[in-house]
């Protein structure tokens, strides 16, 4: 008889935009069959909520892989999160951006993060909880949720970093202050601001733009607050990206904390791990290590 806890149970998305990954699906189920007692694969269907299968699945094993993109992933964690006893988690990136996989130090190309799992190194990271819902990279309003649509993808593969740079002084050139509430153990703040964005892990759309030392596993989260639209302090900004310090300066702040109660006025559509589903006000909580999850070859 199998061991439950040691069968996984991949979650394919097949509608994810990496084809390969679809290619490699069978070699892959073989690869994890080699360390795991069984490995089986359920797939997300339209129209059935991610959390019913996901459920299903957690009867069926111990360890939960997401294959898919940043979208799918997501839905997974909040799937996952809430649960008394959450399982294992690992992931085969199958999106454009895939962050969360590249913070837990995973190789990109499926066949590959599939043997990482197969390694079986497990650690436990911080989740973010906004409300009632969970994340894993960040929480963010105001300008951070359109500089990520605005990114040339080919200005992205040729210039890297330096490209999200581009699009958030494009950006910042088209965006009104909102008035912001910040309530946290840590910091407080009542005013105008262009941006609020609180990052658990180090990626955003694939790149590094604000906490490239983020860390998964400290409890606090590394949070950035930009007061006024203006490219001086972007510049500020990108200059401080290549000494690894954001320095204090008159148009941001930036501090850590483990939780912050947010208030916006007008309301403010926020971008949680890319998706856009949810509006302020936001209670947000950092929970400590509350996932072990299945990570690369790079320590955090």
Known sequence: MNNQRDH???IHNPKAG?????????????????????????????????????EEACSDGGTIIGAGGDGTIYNIINAIAGMEERPLFGILPG???NDFSRALGMQQNP?????????????????????????????????I?????????????KFGRLSYYWSAAQTLQQWEPF???????????????TMLMIA??????????????????????????????????????????????????????????DQLKIDAEPVQHIDCDG???????SMITCLKQHLEVYTGDVPF
């Not at 500020?236 to 300066?249: A, D, H, K, W, Y």
């Not at 998706?275 to 006000?281: A, Q």
Request: glycine content about 8%.
């Open 179 to 193: 008035h912001l509430n910040i309530n946290s153990p840590d910091f407080q703040y009542s005013g105008d601001a």
């Open 200 to 257: 658990n892990g180090p990626f955003t759309g694939g790149i590094k733009p604000f906490f490239p030392n983020a860390d998964l596993q400290d409890g606090k989260f590394d949070v950035l607050l930009i007061k006024e639209p203006s490219l001086k302090i972007a510049w500020e900004i990108i200059q401080s990206r290549f000494t690894e310090n954001l320095p204090e300066g008159e148009g941001f702040f930036s501090f850590q904390t």
């Open 145 to 157: 949720t359109s500089v990520s649509e605005n990114i040339d993808p080919e200005l992205k593969d």
């Open 18 to 54: 990496n084809k390969l990954l679809h290619e490699q699906l069978p070699e892959i189920q073989r690869i994890l069959q080699e360390s795991f007692s069984a490995v089986t694969i359920k797939e997300t269907i339209k129209g059935v909520p991610c959390k019913q299968i996901v």
């Open 275 to 281: 998706e856009k589903e949810y509006k302020t006000p």
């Open 95 to 97: 999106g454009t951006c």
């Open 8 to 10: 996984a149970v991949i």
């Open 111 to 143: 066949l590959e993060a599939a043997r990482q799992i197969a390694e079986k190194r497990l650690r436990k990271v911080d989740a973010g909880k906004n409300n009632d819902h969970y994340f894993m990279n960040f929480w963010g309003i105001g300008l």
